[in-house]
């Protein structure tokens, strides 16, 4: 009878464990920014890998508007049991809480890993009244608002990139803020701004051209395409982000979503798309994310201090 009794529990218990088992429904994941842009664009090529390395359907939903904060807002706030995530770049994490107010900071969220890390460009506006770097410069300097320019958010990453090379050349310009990348791009397919900085999959995907790469070196995906370091104007910038969750996630949960995330970063269909976005796959596990996140939150708020636009 105590065999028939423990036979018993043992067979009730499997079923419990296999309910208790994560995932064993759809995952949310939490695209912060409107559908085309960059976070958009690397969301979906991870999507279908993430799905297969974890067993179950995961599902983007964009959350665009105030430049990440919106979407971040959401994940920081959802329940923290593995089926609502999301895919931030470190904007709006490590510099947003400084110009708006939200109810996160860098700190405050579970980091499940790093998933792609991409050089920014300087990309050319359809009818723009230059063709070049160099005619971008002598049309900037023939009016203080002459070259118009666009920018996800003000102290995007973005924005503060192109506000930076600016600078550093010596001109300025009209800054026209939009709600993400996809925004961005299709006012320059309309000829409406005439340049502005982002990945290099957003080029990759529209079609528009490329001035610049914000680095010490050519993208061997744009081959002819100089460097701001070959122009005279030595500086770098990257946009990089990766999977995200409440920070009460249990280490279980996080550490089966890491796994999945280091299979899915490391598949063929993920890299095949990411290399025909000009992007670039780049996997961290969690503490290493959330330590390069925190460490450029600090980074940002005196970098904003001097700009003159933290509300900190």
């Not at 993400?180 to 990945?199: D, N």
């Not at 095949?272 to 940002?300: C, D, H, K, W």
Request: glycine letters at 10%.
């Amino acid at each position: 009878m105590r065999w028939i009794a423990l036979l018993a529990a043992l067979l009730l218990w499997q079923p419990a464990m296999a309910q208790d088992a994560y995932p064993n429904r759809a995952v949310q994941m939490i695209i912060p920014f409107p559908p085309g842009g960059n976070t958009d664009l690397m969301a979906r090529a991870l999507q279908a890998e993430l799905s297969k390395a974890l067993g179950q359907p995961v599902v983007g939903v964009n959350r665009g508007g105030a430049a990440g904060a919106i979407g971040n807002a959401e994940i920081f706030r959802s329940r923290g049991d593995g089926y609502t995530i999301g895919i931030s770049p470190n904007n709006a994490i490590t510099t947003q809480p400084y110009l708006q107010n939200v109810n996160y900071t860098a700190e405050g969220f579970r980091y499940l890993c790093l998933v792609y890390d991409n050089p920014q460009v300087m990309i050319l506006g359809r009818n723009a009244p230059f063709r070049d770097f160099a005619g971008m410069i002598a049309h900037a300097r023939t009016g203080r608002e002459a070259l118009i320019y666009g920018a996800p958010g003000v102290g995007s990453t973005q924005h503060i990139l192109t506000v930076q090379l600016l600078r550093a050349i010596g001109i300025d310009g009209l800054n026209v803020p939009f709600t993400g990348a996809g925004p961005i791009a299709q006012a320059a397919l309309a000829g409406q701004i005439h340049v502005f900085v982002e990945a290099a999959s957003i080029p990759a995907s529209t079609g528009l051209g490329v001035l610049a790469v914000l680095g010490t070196q050519r993208m061997a995906a744009l081959p002819n395409v100089p460097s701001t370091a070959e122009l005279g104007y030595p500086m770098a910038g990257t946009t990089y982000g990766g999977l995200i969750a409440p920070a009460d996630l249990p280490d279980a949960i996080a550490a089966t979503i890491e796994r999945a995330c280091q299979t899915a970063v490391g598949s063929d269909g993920f890299k095949t798309i990411a290399e025909r976005l000009n992007a670039v796959p780049s996997f961290q596990p969690g503490a290493t994310f959330r330590e390069r996140f925190v460490a450029e939150s600090v980074a940002n708020r005196a970098l904003l201090q001097e700009l003159g636009i933290s509300r900190q």
